[in-house]
Nanobody, 126 residues
Framework: QVQLVESGGGLVQPGGSLRLSCAVS????????IGWFRQAPGKMREGISC????????YYSDSVKGRFTISRDNVKNTVYLQMNSLNAEDTAIYYC???????????????????WGQGTQVTVSS
């Protein structure tokens, strides 16, 4: 059974930082990919980052590039999303997903989303 558990969300002031964790079980990180997605009220789900967990190749959407950093620890079976310079537009429920990269490059568009976590709320407000 594949299970993904997000943690690390919370309330932060604009300009602040949070680190999200995605703990994965029942899935081999060496041969897959983990992505981060978010969904704000009234908006569609947005894929913001993903990582190939065997070679470490990464992808970032324009909305988070330069502010967020994705990383993985294959020994701990955990993927992290370091979020800096947060603003109100980053307020959303953040989900991680496990899948595979189907293509010659790493991106949200080439990643499958076979398993999902329950999400963790991030609220950026003063």
């Amino acid at each position: 059974q594949v299970q993904l558990v997000e943690s690390g969300g919370g309330l932060v002031q604009p300009g602040g930082s949070l680190r999200l964790s995605c703990a994965v079980s029942g899935f081999t990180l060496e041969y897959g990919a983990i992505g981060w997605f978010r969904q704000a009220p009234g908006k569609m789900r947005e894929g913001i980052s993903c990582i190939s967990t065997n070679d470490g190749s990464t992808y970032y959407s324009d909305s988070v590039k330069g502010r967020f950093t994705i990383s993985r620890d294959n020994v701990k079976n955990t993927v992290y999303l370091q979020m800096n310079s947060l603003n109100a537009e980053d307020t959303a429920i953040y989900y991680c997903a496990a899948g595979q990269i189907l293509g010659d490059h790493v991106s949200i568009a080439t990643m499958t989303h076979d398993f999902w976590g329950q999400g963790t709320q991030v609220t950026v407000s003063s």
